[in-house]
């Protein structure tokens, strides 16, 4: 009669976005759902001063009553293209699925479902703001890491219910810090090309829409110190261009027309 929440950062290929949405105020704006029995569903349920939803998800219990999750098979997940190497602090409002459980929500960072970084978890069904430290190790391959909320347990009488929010992942140290100074770029409004003035050779370009999620890019080329990229597949209104260096990513706002 256990019910355990479990919130994973996983190694998995994954399109790229921005941690959004961590409160849940927008519905599920900016995360991916391949389970439906998850039935993710915003709650009137809040720790309070955090917004006015909060997220519900199905508990895993025994077939074929609920969900059966895997590391594969998840119930919510966000990608997290910018992150970098160095330290990290997870943090959430988690609660409990069944007053009667022994345990209650765990949030977990792992590489694998059977390597952990770090994690958070509280005991009983009543609200709990709970915080740790990640540490993304030099050379890890960040660009294909993502966020992922796998409620995990049994039950034998039905799905219970596991409760998010405020979930958030905050920089402490990182190995490559974001340059502090962002590069000049022309036009903006822009329509089909946009260029940026380059301090340093980009490893990788990323284009956001308004809410975070990747958008396809056009080829892009630098010749000497200017990038010109190729936004045309951009949605209308604001855009993040997002430029990956060894230095670190600065980041272009512009208004796409």
């Not at 074929?64 to 997870?90: E, F, K, M």
């Not at 219910?161 to 402490?172: C, E, K, M, Q, V």
């Not at 770029?185 to 990747?214: C, H």
């Amino acid at each position: 009669m256990r019910s355990v929440s479990v919130l994973f950062i996983l190694l998995a290929f994954s399109v790229q976005g921005q941690l959004i949405n961590g409160s849940f105020e927008q519905d599920l704006s900016g995360w991916v759902s391949p389970q439906p029995c998850a039935n993710p569903t915003a709650s009137p349920e809040v720790p309070g001063g955090t917004g006015d939803w909060s997220l519900r998800l199905n508990a895993q219990s025994h077939a074929p009553v609920g969900c059966i999750y895997t590391s594969d098979s998840v119930a919510l997940y966000q990608p997290l293209p910018w992150i970098t190497p160095g330290t990290w602090t997870l943090s959430g409002w988690i609660k409990g699925v069944d007053p009667n459980t022994l345990d209650g929500n765990q949030v977990i960072v792992a590489y694998d479902p059977f390597t952990f970084f770090g994690s958070i978890g509280w005991i009983d069904s009543t609200w709990h703001f709970s915080q740790s430290t990640v540490t993304i190790p030099t050379g890890f391959p960040t660009e294909n890491i993502r966020l992922v909320i796998l409620p995990a347990g049994l039950s034998e009488y039905g799905p219970y219910y596991a409760y998010f929010d405020d979930l958030s992942l905050d920089i402490t140290t990182s190995v490559t810090q974001p340059s502090a100074e962002r590069p000049a770029f022309r036009p903006n409004p822009a329509t089909d090309r946009l260029w940026v003035d380059l301090a340093d050779l980009p490893s990788q370009i990323v284009l956001l829409d308004a809410i975070g999620r990747r958008v396809h890019m056009g080829p892009y080329t630098v010749t000497g110190r200017t990038l010109e990229a190729d936004v045309s597949a951009a949605p209308t209104g604001l855009c993040s261009l997002l430029i990956f260096t060894a230095k670190g990513v600065s980041v272009v706002h512009f208004v796409k027309v």
